[in-house]
């Protein structure tokens, strides 16, 4: 099943329907997304991986992750394309896009998410994040904010 909203019809109480669910809380989530949120979508020993970064294993360190980032991009948020069920999650595309000291980017990205319980224990994201790089790049004023992130990431990991 394909859907561009969480609200298709579903039945109650089905793989589907549960899929459905999670997907209108991420699409919640990532419209204005708060990291002293995070575990209404993540397990505390949630396994994430993404380009670019180091993998996570817990909503903790992934909530610093994201506050920083927030740090770095204050009106990040996420617009939903399209999601699918899977026999054991959802795969969802969307689209993070924002602000970096004045530039604006989006990256287009796809999650494989594992639910178990109606969170995430695992995620795996799939993006080019070179217009993420370009944009902290070419604004010289963002450097050190993102270096910041850098090493705070490579000491908690």
Not at 102 to 117: A, M, N, Q, Y
């Amino acid at each position: 099943m394909t859907n561009e909203s969480p609200q298709a019809e579903v039945k109650a109480n089905t793989p589907d329907a549960d899929a459905a669910e999670f997907v209108g809380r991420f699409e919640r989530f990532w419209a204005n997304p708060d990291p002293e949120r995070l575990g209404e979508l993540l397990h505390p020993d949630a396994h994430l991986k993404q380009p670019f970064r180091p993998e996570m294993h817990s909503c903790a360190a992934y909530a610093d992750e994201l506050s920083q980032l927030l740090q770095l991009c204050p009106d990040l948020a996420g617009h939903l394309l399209w999601w699918s069920a899977t026999h054991d999650g959802v795969v969802i595309e969307h689209t993070l896009s924002g602000t970096i000291a004045g530039k604006r980017f989006s990256l287009e990205v796809l999650d494989r998410i594992t639910l178990r319980d109606g969170k995430v224990v695992e995620r795996l994201a799939y993006f080019d994040p070179s217009p993420l790089i370009v944009t902290i790049a070419t604004r010289p004023t963002a450097w050190l904010r993102y270096l910041r992130i850098q090493l705070s990431t490579s000491r908690s990991r």
